[in-house]
């Protein structure tokens, strides 16, 4: 009889233990980490519901609606933005993107963005507009290209890949562009975008009288 008592009570003892544990485990474990690859040329579609969506119900363009895409899935991750948007990008004259950078300003979001100075320049390119709408851009003074593509929204979450900020790039090459969280990843990035934009600041040049980069 105690024995049958001894092997119920230790089987008990043992289930609320491995129930315990469980728990416990299940706390230390950290919530999911977001990872996403799009790959482009993606399908041309109408992207008005991302920008308003009650708007775009009244959108009569003749694109296809309501079609997810990968450059729809981009725009989503970069107006996710809540406090900031750091921008490092050797092209940048997509209209729709320009106006998601846009979008963001108004809403008081900060926007620092870091472009090469012979493509900011080009026909197309939409930094000048985004200087004028009061956004900061800095221009890399060095002799060779300024060839990122990456950017950082709101010190979490890291885009980068082969994708230049262009229509070409977004509807015409095969392209990629990796979307995570993993502080491993996105840190190295954080503290690239802070080195550039300190060793571009014009204040570097005015003082020491060498050539001065745009902004």
């Known amino acids: 009889m105690w024995t ?58 003749l694109l296809p609606h309501g079609v997810e895409t990968s450059f729809c899935r981009l725009l989503r991750h970069i107006l996710s933005a809540s406090s900031s948007l750091d921008l490092c990008v050797f092209a940048f004259s997509n209209l729709d993107l320009g106006r998601a950078v846009l979008a963001l300003h108004s809403r008081g979001i900060t926007v620092r963005i870091l472009t090469d100075k012979d ?15 009061g956004i900061c ?26 994708l230049n900020w262009t229509l070409t790039a977004v509807q015409s090459n095969m392209e990629n562009i990796l979307i995570t ?6 840190l190295p990035f954080i503290e690239e975008f802070q080195r550039l934009w300190m060793h571009n600041d014009p204040a ?7 050539q001065t980069p745009a902004e």
């Open 4 to 61: 049958v008592k001894v092997v119920s009570l230790g089987v008990l003892a043992l289930s609320l233990s491995l129930e315990l544990l469980y728990r416990l485990l299940c706390r230390l474990k950290p919530s999911k980490t977001l990872n996403e690859v799009l790959f482009f040329p993606s399908e041309v579609a109408c992207v008005e519901h991302i920008f308003s969506p009650t708007s775009a119900q009244s959108c009569f363009c």
């Open 119 to 133: 493509y900011s320049a080009i026909s197309g390119s939409q930094i000048g507009l985004l200087r004028k709408a």
């Open 137 to 162: 851009v800095r221009c890399d003074v060095g002799s060779v290209y300024m060839h990122h593509k990456f950017a950082v929204v709101d010190n979490r979450l890291l885009i980068t890949g082969s």
């Open 181 to 186: 969280e993993e502080p491993d990843l996105v």
């Open 204 to 210: 570097r040049y005015h003082r020491s009288g060498d």
